[in-house]
């Protein structure tokens, strides 16, 4: 997300042995683009991190024996 802002993404190898792709990587629209996957990649991670945690079910306990009621009827 915030690599494009910074020195490392003009810095890139790729940049310097193809020219034409550094200037593209230069282009502000497309460092704005890469951003934005990166916060739509993010969101729906976290998205789908609340959607695990909200729908796990908490183990179940075993019954508490003084609660229980008999099986049969005493006579």
Known sequence: MLSPWTALWDQNLFARIIPTLGLMMANPFVR??????????????????????????????PPDPQTMAPDAPRQ
């Open 32 to 61: 704005g683009a890469v951003t934005g996957v990166g916060v739509v990649t993010v969101v729906a991670g976290i998205r789908e991190l609340f959607g695990v945690f909200v729908s796990r079910t908490p183990p179940e306990s």
